[in-house]
């Protein structure tokens, strides 16, 4: 049995008692068109945002836009995130949600099979030091501040492929070579967009519009929602094994709803656009379970600035620190 699923047995018993059958399975409901409406939306704001940039020539006029396709180009990862869990089609294909993870894949540089494998793997294995492909080996081993800091800078790519590239190594040879041929052809994807924009709009458009949003926006926006998934947990609750973040209309747009992690890991088939709906019924439960709220500029504070640890119980390190004399 995989390490969630046997861990969380009598987890999985009270959340089935304490949502409804028939709410359960509204939430579950997939919406084609409101998925197609969401994604419709970022791309438009990509595209948007990428007019803006070339338009404005000072620095505080283009780059809020920048900011905007950064956590755009993040936000692919989301959608890809929903084609692996398959809450996006009614009726399930193979084919269809091949072709849209292949595209969702694209615009992060990323391959679609091994984000897949490495996220059900992550899935099974939450809790696990070991066989949890995330916390083993993409998690900071050392708990100092620069290092996590790092994650927030474009030193967030070789540390994450370098991590891909570990866990890939143990998967059956089909699975890595259909990997390999999918990272050549995101890379040759990247590399021909960012050499387009400097052919015809010259190096600083290349700049402002490829390169600030791509190597200095979406490893802040990879990082802050990483933050709010599992690092502030309690290790021996399974129903605090992901963070609990609190609903915001600013957050659900920016990160298309991947916010309310705990309550995805609870009930992965739900598709993102309920999980606001999802967080609002379980708010009982939460109650009940002693499960804490928190907001990002909270977390932030406690893991860079009061350097917590992470898979650990943050409110327990702040009761274990020694009062200081007044």
Avoid at 157 to 172: C, D, G, L
Wanted: charged share 20%; with cysteine.
């Amino acid at each position: 049995m995989p390490y969630y699923a046997e861990h969380a047995q009598q987890l999985k018993r009270d959340l089935t008692a304490e949502v409804p059958v028939e709410e359960l399975r509204r939430l579950h409901e997939k919406r084609p068109l409101l998925h197609a409406t969401v994604a419709t939306g970022n791309v438009a704001a990509l595209l948007l945002s990428a007019i803006a940039i070339v338009h404005f020539q000072r620095w505080y006029a283009w780059l809020p836009f920048a900011v905007v396709a950064g956590f755009a180009v993040f936000d692919f990862t989301v959608l890809l995130h929903e084609v692996v869990h398959r809450a996006v089609l009614r009726q399930s294909s193979d084919g269809a949600y091949r072709v849209l993870g292949l595209l969702y894949a694209m615009p992060s540089g990323i391959s679609a099979s091994q984000f897949t494998r490495w996220h059900l793997d992550h899935h099974a294995s939450l809790g696990s030091d070991l066989e949890d492909p995330k916390r083993h080996y993409l998690s900071p081993k050392r708990n100092a501040r620069w290092l996590k800091a790092l994650y927030f800078t474009p030193a967030l790519f070789p540390i994450y492929f370098r991590a891909a590239a570990k866990e890939t190594s143990v998967y059956e040879p089909e699975l890595r070579k259909r990997i390999a041929g999918e990272r050549l052809a995101t890379i040759a994807f990247q590399l021909g967009v960012l050499i387009t924009i400097a052919f015809v709009g010259g190096g600083f458009i290349a700049f402002k519009l490829y390169v600030v949003p791509v190597f200095f926006v979406f490893p802040i926006a990879f990082a802050l929602n990483r933050l709010g998934q599992h690092y502030d947990i309690d290790p021996n609750d399974p129903a605090k094994w992901s963070t609990l973040v609190k609903g915001s209309w600013f957050w659900d747009c920016a990160y298309l709803f991947s916010n309310y992690h705990l309550e995805h890991h609870y009930f992965p088939g739900v598709p993102f656009y309920n999980l606001p709906r999802l967080q609002k019924l379980l708010m009982p439960f939460y109650e009940k379970r002693g499960v804490t709220p928190h907001g990002y500029g909270e977390l932030l504070w406690q893991w860079l600035i009061m350097n917590r640890p992470p898979h650990a119980n943050w409110e327990a390190s702040v009761v274990a620190e020694p009062a200081t004399a007044p």
